[in-house]
């Protein structure tokens, strides 16, 4: 079954580019200037950060659905992205390189399935899960910390 493997939409996060740290701080955010690689998963291109580049960290709600799933967690985001991460069959190595929680959810965000699964395994658990009638879309989480990572969903 093809799928789509989405980071998140920088627009969320352009508000928060350039602040000064207090400014950061004052909306529950911090510059963090990556120090190695990996580390710094970045949540719109999907790429660890590169040493020197700088991230916020902010939370963000990744599961807005009014039901008893809805969730935001911790996030990197570069603070100058150049592309929003958008591939249909294909798996950008920031997941291959770590644990995955896989997590699938129904139309009313309801949750339909989980999986854990190394993320060189990742295909498959994506297969299994999307095959659910009742999957929606999954969220996929990096296992360790339990940040959310993208949203997958189905290709037709």
Not at 88 to 99: A, C, F, Y
Not at 100 to 118: K, T
Not at 129 to 142: F, I, V
Request: with cysteine; hydrophobic share 40%; proline share 6%.
């Amino acid at each position: 079954m093809s799928f789509r493997i989405t980071g998140l939409d920088f627009a969320a996060f352009r508000s928060l580019v350039g602040l000064p740290d207090d400014a950061l701080r004052a909306r529950g955010a911090v510059r963090v200037l990556a120090d190695r690689s990996p580390g710094y998963p970045d949540r719109i291109e999907l790429r660890d950060a590169l040493p020197g580049e700088q991230l916020i960290l902010v939370n963000y709600l990744h599961q807005p659905a009014d039901s008893p799933f809805r969730a935001s967690h911790a996030v990197f985001v570069l603070e100058h992205p150049q592309e929003r991460y958008d591939r249909v069959d294909e798996v950008p190595e920031v997941l291959r390189s770590r644990m995955i929680s896989l997590r699938a959810f129904d139309e009313e965000g309801m949750i339909a399935g989980a999986e854990l699964c190394r993320g060189t395994e990742l295909e498959p658990s994506i297969d299994r899960l999307l095959a659910q009638p009742r999957t929606s879309y999954l969220h996929l989480h990096y296992a360790a910390y339990g940040c959310y990572a993208c949203r997958v969903d189905r290709v037709s």
